[in-house]
């Protein structure tokens, strides 16, 4: 039976991408019976019905799967940062990192609006940047009008599957509108009182971009930790995982325990402050957080 990739999904029908042609599919019945969701980006096999529609017939497996946007099997995450309007966030960006690694997602840093930043501050942000990049993470900077930008994304963008994220207003639309041009998303000016910017879609679609795919629509809205436990934290601090090999006690948490060398790195200064800070915020979010009840219980 022929295979294919759902490419965008309105009003319960479904676009399976396959041999360069978008075939409209429906979904079995036995799908919604069985809580099974068809998501973009699922690789699906489906039976044409002789018309001009076929059914969806049977999901494969994911790699992972987000609930906004509704998307599966992602690759990438272009996390999109502004210098100024608003304020970088080092907090943010841990946060945002924790989760993209968490559901298996390689994260790419770009900041935005350098051209608009002063130069300590921009000097601030970029000394802070580096560190993400000296531990492995791909740092890109741009400016809104960046004619050089599709070009510096490109490499990136090739082979694989990518949504952008990131808090309103810091030019998610415009990056989107630079490597898709027919979207003409609509965007519009800071809120003074609100701090964040508008931005409307319709629907979730991935479009062919540079030998890859890209989400018309920014993901990551949900930020929270609910399905991270105490114990996994540390793999998603990059640095901390490397470093934990040579603490004393195998499962080590990195708060209270002897002889642990990730705070030793920290108080060295090999790991900065705000990074154990953070992990630290986040590990007490994790422990505060309402028990979770299976409801067959």
């Known amino acids: 039976m022929p295979e294919g990739q759902i490419r965008k999904a309105i009003s319960g029908f479904y676009y399976v991408e396959a ?8 979904g079995r019945g036995v799908f919604r019976n069985r809580g099974i969701t068809p998501l973009v980006g699922d690789f699906v096999t489906y039976v044409p019905d ?3 529609d076929a059914t969806v017939t049977v999901v494969h497996e994911r790699r992972n799967e987000l609930v ?17 309007e608003p304020e970088f966030s080092l907090h943010l960006l841990d946060r945002f990192l924790v989760v993209v690694e968490s559901f298996g997602i390689e994260p790419v840093i770009c900041l935005t609006k350098k051209d608009l930043a002063h130069e300590t501050k921009r000097s601030k942000v ?15 900077q741009t400016f809104i009008g960046d004619e050089s930008l599709f070009e510096m994304l490109k490499p990136y963008l090739k082979g694989k599957t990518t949504v952008l994220a990131g808090q309103s207003g810091v030019g998610k639309s415009t990056l989107l509108n630079t490597m898709l041009p027919s979207l003409e998303l609509k965007t519009g000016e800071i809120s003074d009182a609100l701090g964040r910017g508008r931005h409307t879609t319709r629907h979730v679609e991935l479009h062919e971009v540079a030998g890859g795919l890209v989400a018309d629509t920014p993901g990551f809205s949900s930020l ?7 114990e996994e ?14 603490c004393k006690f195998r499962g080590c948490l990195h708060l209270k325990e002897p002889k642990c060398a990730v705070k030793d790195k920290v108080e060295a200064g090999d790991i900065p402050r705000h990074r154990y800070d953070h992990y630290l915020q986040f590990m007490q ?8 009840y299976d409801r067959n219980d």
Not at 68 to 78: E, G, H, K, T
Not at 233 to 246: C, H, K, M, P
């Open 19 to 26: 041999n360069g042609e978008l075939i409209q599919c429906k």
């Open 50 to 52: 002789g018309k001009n």
């Open 68 to 84: 906004r946007p509704p998307i599966a099997n992602v690759d990438q995450a272009l996390l999109v940062f502004s210098m100024v």
């Open 126 to 140: 970029e000394e802070a940047a580096s560190y993400y990049e000296e531990i492995g993470y791909d740092v890109i």
């Open 224 to 230: 929270d930790f609910d399905h991270i436990e105490r």
């Open 233 to 246: 934290l540390s793999r998603y601090f990059i640095d901390f995982e490397e470093a934990s090999v040579n």
């Open 285 to 292: 979010e994790i422990t505060d957080r309402k028990p979770r």
